[in-house]
């Protein structure tokens, strides 16, 4: 059977701040007009993170536009919204938050065989040094790529 994944949103800046240990694909739950919301493409995942409450986990600061023909059926863009995984996975995750310190920062959400699912990242916060090199290293693979291009055109 053929996947078929549809990219709605990127975290770009997750991969600035963090460098990312581990990655899960975790189901959301949503109401009806976040769903159509999300089909749009109206996700922003800037400043959002997943936290344990009562052993479960939640996505905290996602924000889902309204969708504008919800009227009064309308969801708060904000609200915080359960992630699904398995039991084994949880308590892998919380285990390392708790022992070594790190934080689940969602990366991405996207559409796989018509279910919307988040990727989450167990991720490391960069230091400001950490930031400058990755900086420096992407602005020299760019000058490559155009040095390479320029070349093959000759």
Not at 26 to 45: P, Q
Not at 47 to 61: C, T, V, Y
Request: net charge positive; proline share 1%.
């Amino acid at each position: 059977m053929k996947e078929s994944v549809k990219i709605i949103s990127l975290n770009r800046k997750a991969k600035f701040d963090y460098d990312v240990v581990e990655k899960y694909e975790a189901g959301l739950v949503l109401k009806g007009t976040e769903v159509k919301s999300v089909r749009e493409g109206l996700v922003n995942l800037k400043d959002s993170f997943a936290k344990f409450i009562d052993n479960e986990l939640w996505l905290i600061n996602a924000h889902i536009n309204e969708y504008k023909y919800g009227n009064v059926y309308n969801h708060d863009p904000t609200r915080s919204r359960k992630l699904l995984l398995h039991k084994k996975e949880l308590n892998k995750i919380n285990g390392a938050i708790k022992e070594k310190g790190l934080t689940l920062i969602p990366l991405r959400v996207y559409i796989k065989n018509a279910k919307i699912k988040v990727e989450l990242g167990l991720c490391k916060g960069k230091k400001l040094f950490e930031k400058r090199e990755s900086t420096k290293k992407r602005e020299v693979e760019r000058e490559l790529r155009t040095i390479i291009k320029e070349y093959n055109r000759k």
